[in-house]
């Protein structure tokens, strides 16, 4: 199991800009896919972005394509979100995901759902004004 941690969320103007991390601890030398989701009230979790942990594979959802970029520092395992041009409809709270996974360029077939992960963070708020 690992533990994740996210810090970053705040308040921010649409246009604005903020970056998410993620701190992973608990694992030895285990590889990672590792990922974003984030869920607004009254919504379902939707996916955002994922990462293989070598950094050698990304995907994104195509409402944030552009805007955010996921990044990973695999030397010491945190996740980063750089979210830019931040719009209204960004405002949720954001989940870290992790999932046990060697493949450096390939991310796990269902990498877009929620149960395709087994450890998860606390949730960071983002909110973004108009």
């Known amino acids: 199991q690992v533990q994740l941690v996210e810090s970053g969320g705040g308040l921010v103007q649409a246009g604005g800009s903020l970056r998410l991390s993620c701190a992973a601890s608990?694992?030895?030398?285990?590889?990672?896919?590792m990922g974003w989701f984030r869920q607004a009230p009254g919504m379902e979790r939707e996916f955002v972005a994922a990462v293989t942990y070598s950094g050698g594979r990304t995907e994104y959802a195509d409402s944030v394509k552009g805007r955010f970029d996921i990044s990973i520092d695999n030397t010491d395992g945190t996740l980063y979100l750089q979210m830019n041009s931040l719009e209204p409809e960004d405002t949720a709270v954001y989940y870290c995901?992790?999932?046990?996974?060697?493949?450096?360029?390939?991310?796990?077939?269902?990498?877009?759902?929620?149960?395709?992960?087994?450890?998860w963070g606390q949730g960071t708020q983002v909110t973004v004004s108009s």
């Open positions: 995901v992790a999932k046990r996974w060697t493949y450096s360029y390939s991310l796990p077939s269902g990498y877009k759902f929620p149960s395709e992960y087994d450890n």
């Open positions: 608990g694992r030895t030398f285990t590889t990672y896919a």
